[in-house]
């Protein structure tokens, strides 16, 4: 497996190594021992979930605070999706931005969303299935959001508004600047 930090400290691209024949393909998506040894991150995932979503659904910007933060290994299962973690660590060089990039079925790459990150994506294919693992349980009181077109991050989420498809409770999240006045 390759892995690269992005410009955000702790945030890591991973690229399997993917052997296929006649009969298909075969890849290691996740290995404790070299994930920790490449990133430098010990980590015990706890919980692993997965979503189902047509094009033009965005899920986010979402993260849990205080004891119940979440580190996540994303990745797709099946079509793509346009994923963004925004750096909230408020004594980081690199508070306030985001990193971006297309997971898909065809390359396999995942994304490792460390603590202290908010984390969203935009489905790009119908049926797209997502995956995540996470090294926190989830807890509803914990849970808390910035708005997904906020002016402070301007995130170019590259898809027309119109079009995109967004639960109540995402069109209802707070501004960057209520996250920083918390």
């Not at 702790?10 to 009969?23: L, Q, S, W, Y």
């Not at 965005?58 to 849990?64: A, E, N, S, T, V």
């Amino acid at each position: 497996m390759i892995v690269e930090e992005t410009y955000l400290k702790g945030c890591f691209v991973i690229t399997p190594k993917v052997f296929e024949d006649e009969r298909g393909y075969f890849f290691e998506n996740f290995n404790k021992k070299i994930f920790e040894k490449e990133t430098g991150v010990v980590i015990d995932f706890v919980q692993d979930n997965q979503s189902l979503s047509s094009k033009g659904v965005l899920r986010g910007l979402h993260f849990q605070s205080g004891k119940f933060e979440q580190a996540k290994l994303v990745r797709v299962i099946k079509g793509s999706v346009l994923d963004f973690c925004v750096d909230l660590r408020k004594d980081s060089p690199t508070f306030g931005k985001h990193f971006s990039i297309i997971l898909d079925v065809v390359e396999k790459k995942q994304l490792f969303i460390p603590r202290g990150f908010a984390h969203g994506f935009l489905v790009l294919e119908d049926n797209t299935i997502f995956s995540y693992k996470c090294d926190n349980y989830y807890n509803k009181a914990s849970e808390k959001g910035i708005i997904y077109n906020d002016e402070t991050l301007n995130i170019d989420w590259k898809f027309s508004k119109e079009n995109l498809i967004l639960s109540e409770k995402d069109r209802a999240l707070p501004t960057f600047k209520t996250f920083l006045n918390e």
